[in-house]
């Protein structure tokens, strides 16, 4: 089979492996789509966090957002049955620590997580996934399915911020995330969901997906635009799904006492000042990494159109034009959304 290897300095390249077998509790799946994120251009960069004494061990196959129809089970499998479309979680924890024990397992200390660390990816035109975090969404299709993960995330972040009717919610970020999460806090029920982005195409795409307001966060007037827009109270919740520190000092801006502050993004910069801006207005600061226990929901979301996911799709390569699809993504900009690799052709 083909599949996609990282080699560190060498960089990725395109190679004949053996068929892999699945091995107990595991599933072998054809793969159909397969995203590439921020993480895969930083893994490949070596500029990930993950990664600052080094990248990962070699040679490496990327993706942790895919779809793929189940081909075989291994031992000991019951399901999903031979030709469903499935996804699968990305983080694998050991199952063995109090943490895997209440469905912690994105802070497991031994987790591996698929495409990221630890273990191949989905790049590669046959992928073995663990059973029991495989799951079918045959309303799906297998473009759309590829995009559950990313969604995930999204509902993850509402979840953590305890999004519910009354809420104004408050998304700063247009990219893929932050589309997700907007369109999964309007799943939880919050009463209004703005976004901020700097893209116009962004803002647009936020509004088709049923954004109630959209602000340009390039704007000298950002943030008195949004407190005028909020009769100057601020927001309940703030995702911030941009990576970008400047939206996470808008942030604390922006929130009303008691916010819930969700923070999706990875910084290595220093936040606030003092401690005393939080205490004085009881934030809770949310970080959070991966979704845990989100992913049958989000699938249920999708696949009731509570959450799309084909109008965050701009381009899709056939694997062997991998260096391409790397090169869009890598490079970004305002028409640049999700893009997908398909590694059947
Ligand atoms: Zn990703
Ligand atoms: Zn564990």
């Keep these: 089979m083909k599949a996609l290897r990282y080699h560190g300095d060498k960089g990725l390249r395109l190679e004949d492996l053996p068929t892999p077998t699945p091995g107990r509790g595991e599933v072998?799946?054809?793969?159909?789509?397969?995203?590439?994120?921020?993480?895969?251009?930083?893994?490949?960069?070596?500029?990930?966090?993950f990664y600052v004494d080094g990248g990962p061990e070699q040679p490496f196959t990327p993706g942790h957002e895919w779809s793929g129809i189940v081909r075989e089970l291994g031992e000991g499998v019951a399901g999903p049955p031979p030709g469903t479309l499935v996804t699968g979680e990305t983080g694998i924890g050991c199952g063995r620590c109090d943490l895997c024990r209440i469905d912690q397992h994105n802070a497991c200390p031994n987790r591996v997580e698929t495409g990221i660390f630890g273990r191949d990816g989905a790049m590669r035109e046959l992928h073995v996934h663990p059973a029991l975090l495989t799951y079918p969404c045959t309303g799906l299709s297998p473009d759309e399915a590829a995009l559950v993960e990313p969604a995930s995330v999204g509902v993850y972040a509402a979840k953590r911020a305890n999004v519910r009717p009354g809420d104004r919610v408050i998304v700063l970020g247009g990219g893929s995330i932050g589309q997700m999460a907007m369109q999964a806090s309007?799943?939880?029920?919050?009463?209004?969901?703005?976004?901020?982005?700097?893209?116009?195409e962004k803002l647009a795409l936020a509004r088709q997906l049923g954004a109630d307001a959209t602000f340009d966060a390039s704007a000298q007037d950002f943030v008195p635009q949004v407190m005028e827009h909020t009769h100057g109270?601020?927001?309940?919740?703030?995702?911030?799904?941009?990576?970008?520190?400047?939206?996470?000092h808008d942030a604390i801006k922006l929130a009303r006492p008691l916010a819930r502050i969700v923070i999706l993004g990875v910084f290595d910069q220093p936040w606030v000042q003092t401690i005393g801006v939080l205490v004085a207005n009881e934030y809770t600061i949310l970080p959070t990494v991966g979704s845990p226990g989100v992913w049958p929901l989000t699938i249920s979301l999708m696949e009731r159109g509570r959450i799309q996911a084909q109008p965050l799709i701009s381009g899709k390569f056939p694997m062997d034009q991998y260096q391409e699809a790397f090169e869009v993504v890598g490079r970004g900009g305002p028409r640049v959304l999700k893009c997908l690799v398909m590694p059947q052709g």
């Design 186 to 200: 309007r799943a939880f029920g919050a009463t209004e969901v703005l976004l901020a982005t700097r893209s116009p």
């Design 28 to 49: 072998l799946i054809e793969v159909q789509a397969v995203g590439i994120c921020r993480t895969d251009i930083e893994i490949v960069e070596g500029s990930h966090p």
């Design 233 to 248: 109270d601020g927001v309940h919740v703030v995702i911030e799904a941009s990576g970008n520190i400047q939206s996470l």
